[in-house]
């Protein structure tokens, strides 16, 4: 049974930073796309970054792109977002969700093309 958690989310202030870490288990982790979502209240969930399996590819959506780095270590089975300079609009909840797919490109922060999530970690920046 694929498990995903979530955690490393937390307050802070506007400039800050945090890494959330999304643990792994129950499927053959390193053969799975990996991704970080984030659905603030009364908004669409958003593809924020996603990474292919052997760490090779990796997508950023532009609004986060430059200050958000995405990275996985097979070994542990562990996907984190190390997010620098956070902003007001990066107050959210973040999930990470895993799946199957081919090659590489803009639906790898698809939410639909995602069958596996976590529970999420709520961020919350303050100005």
């Known amino acids: 049974q694929v498990q995903l958690v979530e955690s490393g989310g937390g307050s802070v202030q506007a400039g800050g930073s945090l890494r959330l870490s999304c643990a792994a288990s129950?499927?053959?982790?390193?053969?799975?796309?990996m991704a970080w979502f984030r659905q603030a209240p009364g908004k669409e969930r958003e593809g924020v970054a996603s990474?292919?399996?052997?760490?090779?590819?990796?997508i950023y959506s532009g609004s986060v792109k430059g200050r958000f780095k995405i990275s996985r270590d097979n070994a542990e089975n562990t996907l984190y977002l190390q997010m620098n300079n956070l902003k007001p609009e990066d107050s959210a909840m973040y999930y990470c969700?895993?799946?199957?797919?081919?090659?590489?490109?803009?639906?790898?922060?698809?939410?639909?093309?995602?069958?596996?999530w976590g529970q999420g970690t709520q961020v919350t920046v303050s100005s």
């Open positions: 969700a895993a799946d199957r797919l081919e090659g590489y490109g803009p639906h790898m922060l698809r939410s639909t093309a995602h069958t596996y």
């Open positions: 129950g499927y053959t982790y390193s053969s799975f796309y």
């Open positions: 990474i292919s399996p052997g760490s090779g590819y990796t």
